[in-house]
């Protein structure tokens, strides 16, 4: 029997744990395969909350995660029913014990975004601007793989995928408003380095 989908972050750290518990090293298809075709945006929201997390640290992750998220942000606002993931991409995984540790250090940033979420400037999070903010999420995904060898770049990106997938998962706009400025620092970081 497959999970519900997650109201807010908390749950998503919850179901991700108990979906991966008997894997040692659990891959994206196997995440994906547990939340059915209608988790499209948990699976985006959790490889962001990935590259937020220490995991970040591991070579490519943050350039694999950031195309994984333009992939998924890309079908999310075509419309597409099933989720689909080039198999090379599918099959990356993570050592259980390193999942479990960076859940464990996300947990109180989940609790503080869910305490502080309720449904407000609903306009935001129904189409058209709905669809604008999947665009942002594939853009961000996009700019990951140029960005990875500035420092906390793919992070300040991955935190604004993170507001804005939480955004639209709680059907709260306010969400979408602040990850400008996590998107707007990544911005300001990228020009300051490179002029």
Known sequence: MRPHLPQGLTELLDEVDALTENEDHPSLHS????????GALPVMMLVALV???PLSGIP???SLGGLTIAGIALQLVLGRDRLWLPGWLGRRSIPRDRLSA?????RPAAEFLDRHSRPRLRMMTAPPVSQLVLVLCGL???????????PFTSSLLAMAVTCLGFSLLTRDGLWAALAMMPM???????VTLIG
């Open 31 to 38: 995440v994906m395969g547990a939340f059915g075709p209608a």
């Open 51 to 53: 590259i937020v997390s």
């Open 60 to 62: 490519l992750l943050s």
């Open 102 to 106: 960076a859940l464990v250090r996300l």
């Open 140 to 150: 961000a995904g996009l700019s990951m793989p140029f960005l990875e060898i500035l």
């Open 184 to 190: 707007g620092g990544a911005g300001w970081l990228l």
